[in-house]
C-alpha cells in the first residue's frame, strides 16, 4: 500500500487489494483520502479516528480545497483544544463513496470511465473498512479513541462494534445504531428529487458539463430542514421577509428562511457530486447495528473492551436523546463502561458542530478520563 501526496496537505491511500463490501462485491482500486494532525507517538498508541458526517470530508482542520471555508470541526480540533493535537495524532478520512478524494461514483473505473450508478452499493461498515485499511497502513493497531457525530458516529459504533480490537474508547455525538422510518423517508425525498431532474441522465452526468444542480440543490434544502430545530428557525428567521417590506404576491423567495434555504441548496451543489449524495445516503439508510448482530443490539458489543460516551441534544429531532439511550441501555446489558449526557442548545441536529462549550467539556472529559482509566498515552 502506497500513500502520496496531494493538495491540501490531505494524502490518499491506494489499496492494492480489492476492499469487500457487504452487498458481496469488492472495490478494486480504492483509494482514501485523508488528513492527519499531530504526532504519532512510538507506541502508536495515541491515535484518535475523527469520523465525518455525510456532507462532511477529511477536512477537519485544514481548509476545504473547493470554499476555501476553515475546517469542519476547528473549533474543536487543534492544539490546546478539547481533542489536542499536541497530545493526540488525529486522524479523519474521506468515507467511500464521497467525492472528496476517496472513491466514490465519481471516481474513475477501470475502464476509465467515471463509475456513476456501476458503484456498488455500499454500508457504513464497508467505510469502516475503508478506515480499518487506514490504520493497517499506519500501523495502528488500537485506536485510542473514535469519535464521530452524527452519521460519523455511526462508524463509531460500527468499528467499536465489528473491529472491537481496533479501538480503546468511542465518542458519538447526536447519533443513532439505526435509521428510523422517518429518517429514510427524509432521504427519499432527496434521492427522488436528484433522480428527477433530467440532468440527472440515470448517473451518467459526467461528461455533459452539468449534473442535475436542481435536483441536489432541494436534496440539501430538504436534509437541511432536519438538522435545525424550530426554536431556533424561528429565533433565525421567525416570519421576516427578504429584502422586503411586503408581501410580492409571487413566488419569488419572501421570507428569509426561504432565500436561507436556497442560498444552501445552491452553495451545496458547487461542492458536492448528486451520486455520491445518492450512495451516502443509502448506506445511512441500511445501517442497523441490531440486525447485524441477530436482531439484538447488546450483541454487537459483545467482543468489545472499549469505553464509551454518548451525547445528545434536547433540540435534536433527527436523532432525538432516545436514539443515544437505546444505544447506552444496549451497553449497559453488554456490561461496557459507558456515560451519556444530552446537553441543552439551540441549535438541533447541527449542534456538535456549532459553539457549545459543554460539549467542548464532554469531550475534554472523556478523553482525559480514558486517559487516567488505562494510564496516559505514552508523549
Not at 65 to 73: L, N
Not at 174 to 196: D, K, L, P, W, Y
Not at 230 to 250: H, I, N
Amino acid at each position: 500500500m502506497a500513500s502520496t501526496q496531494i493538495a491540501d496537505s490531505s494524502q490518499v491511500l491506494e489499496l492494492t487489494q480489492p476492499l469487500p463490501l457487504d452487498g458481496g462485491q469488492s472495490l478494486p482500486d480504492a483509494r482514501i483520502a485523508y488528513e492527519t494532525h499531530g504526532t504519532l507517538n512510538a507506541a502508536k498508541d495515541n491515535a484518535i479516528l475523527i469520523c465525518h458526517a455525510l456532507t462532511g470530508d477529511h477536512h477537519v482542520v485544514s481548509n476545504h480545497p473547493k470554499t476555501g471555508k476553515p475546517g469542519w470541526w476547528v473549533r474543536m480540533v487543534g492544539p490546546g483544544k478539547p481533542i489536542d493535537t499536541d497530545r493526540f495524532f488525529v486522524i479523519c478520512a474521506n468515507v467511500i463513496g464521497s467525492c472528496m478524494g476517496s472513491t466514490g461514483p465519481a471516481s474513475l473505473a477501470e475502464d476509465g470511465k467515471p463509475w456513476g450508478m456501476r458503484f456498488p452499493v455500499i454500508t457504513v461498515r464497508d467505510m469502516v473498512r475503508g478506515h480499518v485499511a487506514l490504520l493497517d497502513a499506519l500501523g495502528i493497531e488500537s485506536l485510542y479513541a473514535v469519535v464521530g457525530g452524527s452519521m460519523g458516529g455511526m462508524q463509531a459504533l460500527s468499528l467499536a462494534a465489528n473491529f472491537a480490537d481496533r479501538t480503546r474508547a468511542a465518542l458519538v455525538i447526536a447519533s443513532t445504531a439505526r435509521h428510523s422510518a422517518q429518517n429514510i423517508a427524509f432521504h427519499e425525498v432527496g434521492r427522488q428529487s436528484i433522480m428527477a431532474d433530467p440532468e440527472w441522465r440515470d448517473g451518467a452526468y459526467y461528461d455533459h458539463g452539468k449534473g442535475p444542480e436542481k435536483g441536489l440543490s432541494v436534496a440539501r434544502m430538504a436534509a437541511h430542514i432536519t438538522y435545525l430545530s424550530e426554536a431556533g428557525l424561528t429565533e433565525k428567521f421567525g416570519r421576516r421577509l427578504q429584502d422586503r417590506e411586503e408581501k410580492t404576491f409571487g413566488f419569488d423567495a419572501d421570507f428569509q428562511i426561504e432565500s436561507y434555504l436556497r442560498y444552501q441548496g445552491l452553495a451545496f451543489t458547487d461542492r458536492f457530486d448528486a451520486n455520491s449524495y445518492l450512495y451516502i445516503t443509502r448506506a445511512m439508510d441500511y445501517f442497523d447495528l441490531a440486525e447485524e448482530h441477530g436482531g439484538l443490539l447488546a450483541n454487537a458489543f459483545a467482543k468489545s473492551k472499549a469505553r464509551f460516551c454518548l451525547v445528545s441534544f434536547d433540540t435534536d429531532w433527527l436523532y432525538p436523546t432516545a436514539d443515544s439511550r437505546n444505544v447506552v441501555h444496549a451497553l449497559n446489558a453488554a456490561g461496557l463502561p459507558v456515560s451519556f449526557v444530552e446537553l441543552s442548545a439551540p441549535y438541533g441536529h447541527d449542534s456538535f458542530l456549532l459553539d457549545v462549550p459543554a460539549l467542548d467539556r464532554v469531550v475534554e472529559g472523556f478523553l482525559s478520563e480514558t486517559c487516567r482509566g488505562e494510564g496516559r498515552p505514552n508523549a
